[in-house]
């Protein structure tokens, strides 16, 4: 019911910056929360950052201070600002929306992946 498309993604020499987009559309009445998630080679996939539909938000020790979370006005879209960044940021960054109805119940959509590669 929800489909999730990244943007943005590329190449940054480190300090450099970049802005992440997931636009989401389908059933966006049954997203609770959405996110992003990275996985590294040979690791496994982590928490980047989300943000509730109340506006909460919830970052990685690792990411704290240098990424932010944000989302637009009409709630259906949400991006990561990822400034300072390190080589060991480099990773595919997933875009997840966590959902729930009563039909289904919980379900977690994920974008295809962007890739973000921190490299000088």
């Known amino acids: 019911q929800v489909q999730l498309v990244e943007s943005g993604g590329g190449l940054v020499q480190p300090g450099g910056s970049l802005r992440l987009s997931c636009a989401a559309s389908?059933?966006?009445?049954?997203?609770?929360?959405m996110g992003w998630y990275r996985q590294a080679p040979g690791k496994q996939r982590e928490l980047v950052a989300t943000?509730?539909?109340?506006?909460?938000?919830n970052y990685a020790d690792s990411v704290k201070g240098r990424f932010t979370i944000s989302r637009d006005n009409a709630k259906n879209t949400v991006y990561l600002q990822m400034n300072s960044l390190k080589p060991e940021d480099t990773a595919v960054y997933f875009c997840n929306a966590e959902t729930f109805t009563t039909s289904i119940g919980s379900y977690d959509y994920w974008g295809q992946g962007a890739q973000v590669t921190v490299s000088s």
């Open positions: 943000i509730t539909n109340g506006g909460s938000t």
């Open positions: 389908g059933s966006i009445s049954s997203i609770n929360a």
